[in-house]
């Protein structure tokens, strides 16, 4: 059954936990335990990926559903696949937190593809392991269909991600208090099968060299590099190298650059994680942990969906960048004593900034149309920007559409300065973006004299870029560039839980809708236009629709 064969690399090449029995505890010298599956009592396939299976070698069509439930619910293990879970650590809202691990994961083993390397498979909500300390290893219907569509829509945003081959139910029942108020209720249990070449976390390094295990960090730094940074054992003279302190600070300047890529994105599509905690940061710069994440419908860089957060709000959405660069360094001062010099790692640290900076206005530069980058024009457009987009509830996604869809023409910058046609120019704008505010009373004479002022700002800046030619100036080539980077269809918080909703009825339809329209998120799909909309004000406090608790 599931003809995969699992080659089991990681635990072939990592110390094990000595320890084969299933209670909490304290993992040390180890890098996983073993850990099985527990049994479920009716597994039902709900929602599958063949893009994934596809990636895996196998499809769809080669067993039942009933069968595919079984295998990933974890019910029935293959010959194969031999079972762990991962020993981490990690700072948890700037504290650290000790030891934390798979608690709730559980891998299958891993496989090597055809195409694709080799690919770790993994179950989350699979039942306890040693590292589940008071808490049962399972996980419910809705947080596992928030993590399923979402870790898909990435995907498919172009955004780095732990990808998700199946949506399993597992029969069973589990308690939860979804808003940590004493009012425990019995949800439906569920299984995601989620597949990553590596499920290494910045806590895995953390842990060890917070142990003083200088051995046990070595042998995971090494096994990292070897398995997912193997170029970096190749020298310039394309001769193998050997490990040095070298090869260690090349391995963290990548890190810094993937997840510098990675926050870039998430700032691009509105994206945010929610818990960045250092346990819940990929190695590989992947979004990984889909929790408390949200979409940030009005833009607001102080928006946080995560109800734990909503004090401190460490993890809004515009200090994702900084909070990562925190990450960075914590990762910085666990691998330290791999390189013995601080130099190095402090001059990554700093490049990120300055990376950062860089790539997120080449971001800008992208999402607004302009040719190229010009920095003394631009910054100030941007700022700008944001400043108009913060100013009065505004859709991040619908509104970066219609500023795509924004006539420029030469007759729009001159018009606005004349002032006898201002008004209605001014109107026709508003009419434009119309669909964008959530607060139509918010559009003062002070909100319409900004925005015409930007707009004005915007069609100069994109005419100037084509002096040679203003009265040709392309609308449908720039449409086509904004529109390949900003998306048209995003998982709304909204329509993740009306999902939910049905799904919890016994109707899974609107999780294969979502799933199938999330597939092309930059593409008009006219047939699917109301998943498009702004987010309806009924769901603007609703549980779910705006804040989420970690409860999952
Ligand atoms: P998270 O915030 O979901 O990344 O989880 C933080 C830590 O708590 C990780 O070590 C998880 O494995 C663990 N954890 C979360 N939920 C559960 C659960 N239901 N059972 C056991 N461990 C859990
Ligand atoms: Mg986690």
């Known amino acids: 059954m599931l003809n995969l064969t699992f080659v089991n690399q990681y635990i072939a090449n990592l110390p094990s936990d000595n320890l084969t029995e299933n209670y909490p505890r304290q993992v040390e010298h180890a890098a996983y335990s073993v850990a099985t599956p527990i049994k479920v009592a009716k597994p039902q396939l709900i929602a599958f990926n063949e893009d994934v299976a596809n990636m895996l070698d196998f499809s769809f069509d080669d067993y039942t559903p009933a069968e595919l439930a079984e295998v990933l619910t974890g019910n029935n293990l293959t010959e194969s696949m031999q079972p762990y879970a991962m020993c981490y650590g990690g700072h948890q809202f700037g504290n650290w937190a000790g030891q934390l691990g798979d608690g709730r994961a559980i891998n299958l083993g891993d496989v090597l593809t055809e195409n694709y390397g080799h690919k770790t498979i993994q179950l989350k909500g699979a039942g306890p392991t040693p590292y589940s300390r008071t808490a ?54 569920a299984v995601v099968c989620r597949v990553s070449s590596s499920f290494t976390r910045f806590g895995s390094m953390q842990l060890a060299a917070n142990r003083g295990d200088g051995a046990l960090l070595q042998a995971q730094a090494q096994y990292c590099i070897k398995a997912d940074f193997a170029h970096l054992l190749v020298n310039s003279d394309n001769q193998e190298q050997e490990f040095s302190a070298e090869v260690y600070a090349n391995w963290f300047e990548e890190i810094c650059q993937r997840t510098c890529k990675l926050v870039v994105d998430w700032m691009r599509i509105g994206f945010v994680h929610g818990v960045l905690n250092t346990d819940n940061m990929s190695i590989l710069g992947e979004t990984i942990d889909f929790g408390p994440y949200g979409w940030v419908d009005d833009f607001d860089p102080n928006w946080t969906p995560n109800t734990t957060d909503a004090q401190g709000k460490r993890y809004r959405f515009g200090a994702q960048a900084q909070v990562c660069r925190w990450n960075l360094c914590q990762l910085a001062n666990a691998i330290y004593p791999l390189i013995k010099d601080a130099k190095p790692l402090q001059k990554c640290i700093d490049d990120f900034t300055d990376n950062y900076q860089q790539q997120w206005a080449e971001m800008m530069t992208e999402k607004l149309g302009f040719e190229q980058y010009i920095e003394s024009s631009d910054q100030a457009i941007f700022t700008q920007l944001e400043n108009l987009l913060a100013s009065v509830e505004t859709d991040m996604t619908l509104f970066y559409r219609k500023l795509a869809s924004f006539n420029v023409t030469v007759e729009s910058a001159a018009e606005s300065q004349i002032p006898a046609k201002a008004q209605a120019a001014t109107n ?65 918080n909204y329509l993740a839980q009306q999902a939910i909703d049905k799904a919890e009825q016994g109707d899974f339809s609107e999780i294969h809708t979502l799933q199938k329209i999330l597939q092309h998120p930059y593409d008009e799909q006219p047939e699917f236009e109301q998943y498009a909309q702004k987010r309806p004000e009924w769901a603007r406090n609703k549980a779910g629709c705006s804040m989420l608790s970690c409860s999952s």
């Open 136 to 189: 049962d290893g399972l996980a419910v219907l809705r947080s596992s269909i928030r993590e399923f569509l979402c870790s898909e829509a990435m995907y498919h945003l172009n955004v780095p991600t732990t990808r998700a081959l199946s949506l399993c139910l597992t029969g069973d029942k589990v308690r939860r208090d979804m808003f940590y108020d004493g009012n425990a209720k019995y949800e439906l249990g």
């Open 428 to 492: 026709d704008k508003l009419a434009h973006f119309h669909d964008c505010y959530y607060q139509p009373e918010q559009l003062t004479a002070e909100y319409q004299n900004n925005l015409n002022l930007w707009l004005t700002s915007y069609s100069d800046r994109l005419l100037s870029q084509n002096k040679s030619d203003i009265e040709g100036f392309d609308n449908n080539a720039r449409i086509k560039k904004m529109n390949a980077v900003n998306p048209k269809y995003v998982l709304r």
